[in-house]
């Protein structure tokens, strides 16, 4: 008779390496998928905050490029009266452009009574945000009418362009970079130099 002492299966220490290898080879499966969702995520916010800020640049440009009065300046605020589009009114809307609570907001006041004298009643401002996570406060320079930076106090006769900083970023000490993006604005209808 012949002596049969043949193994059918696996050793213990066959099947702790196998799990070992497997384990590890998933470690760096997962770790890879979710550096790539972060990524997908970074990129998206990225975009997000750029298209944001860009809106609220073309909002901006918009309404100040038609501004018929500077009412106030400052690096924070810019008040001026416009015309908006759908204004009902025979007097331009007043409105305010202000940085508060990492906000970029707009205000907006219609006139009320019958001229030639309108009121503007502050109870009466229409507030929307224009964009969110705003990083700096800073937002207005503005210049004259031969593009010369007019320092603070800002003298509102002289106001013929505005320059707008605008940083966006949820977080400045992670992931996706602060968005930055800058525009200058002339007066239009208060341009002197023709």
């Known amino acids: ?36 969702f972060q990524a997908y995520r970074f990129n998206r916010e990225g975009a997000s905050y750029q298209e944001q ?13 038609g501004a018929t009065e500077v009412v106030s300046s400052s690096v924070e605020s810019f008040d001026f009266f416009v015309y908006l589009p759908k204004d009902d009114y025979p007097a331009p809307s007043k409105v305010r452009y202000f940085y508060e609570e990492h906000q970029l907001k707009r205000g907006v006041i219609k006139p009320e009574g019958n001229g030639p004298v309108f009121l503007y009643p502050e109870e009466h401002e229409a507030v929307s945000s224009v964009t969110y996570n705003v990083t700096n406060s800073n937002l207005f320079s503005y210049f004259n009418d031969i593009s010369e930076q007019i320092d603070e ?7 013929r362009m505005v320059k707008i900083n605008l940083s966006v970023d949820r977080d400045v000490n992670t992931a996706p970079a602060t968005v930055s993006e800058e525009t200058s604005i002339n007066l239009r209808n208060l341009k002197t130099n023709l």
């Open 153 to 159: 106090p800002i003298a509102i006769d002289a106001v």
């Open 53 to 65: 800020t860009m809106k609220a640049m073309l909002d901006f440009e918009k309404n100040v490029r």
């Open 1 to 36: 008779m012949k002596n049969r002492n043949i193994k059918n299966g696996f050793t213990l220490v066959e099947l702790i390496l196998v799990i070992s290898i497997l384990s590890i080879l998933t470690l760096l499966i997962s770790s890879i998928i979710v550096r790539s």
